[in-house]
């Protein structure tokens, strides 16, 4: 059974950082993404990595303060984000794709979902 468990989300004011973790289990995808949904609007990508490590893409939104990592050996996507704002409050998903082709930014690509860690970022 394949999961994706989100955790490290928070509280955090405006400035600060958080970083948040992915820990996948019961199986092996060629590209995971980070998504994330604000209150009344629609999900958005906020970034993507290649399992190999070979391509990352970002959301403009976030290029140059938020980055995304993983580490093998313990199956876990990383989001470090930094430099927060107010209008990155969100629930945030991490979410794993079978595909092929590189990464996307794309929701319809990713198979399996996480659960969702809410970040919410005071002014």
């Known amino acids: 059974q394949v999961r994706l468990v989100e955790s490290g989300g928070g509280l955090v004011q405006a400035g600060g950082s958080l970083r948040l973790s992915c820990v996948v289990s019961g199986g092996t995808f060629s590209n995971y993404g980070w998504f994330r949904q604000a209150p009344g609007k629609e999900r958005e990508s906020v970034a993507a990595l290649r399992w190999s490590g070979s391509s990352t893409i970002y959301a403009d939104s976030v290029k140059g303060r938020f980055t995304i990592s993983r580490d093998n050996a313990k199956n876990t996507v990383y989001l470090q984000m930094n430099s927060l704002k107010p209008e990155d409050t969100a629930v945030y998903y991490c979410?794993?794709?079978?595909?092929?082709?590189?990464?996307?930014?794309?929701?319809?690509?990713?198979?399996?979902w996480g659960q969702g860690t809410q970040v919410t970022v005071s002014s």
């Open positions: 979410a794993a794709s079978s595909g092929f082709g590189p990464p996307t930014m794309y929701q319809y690509d990713y198979d399996y």
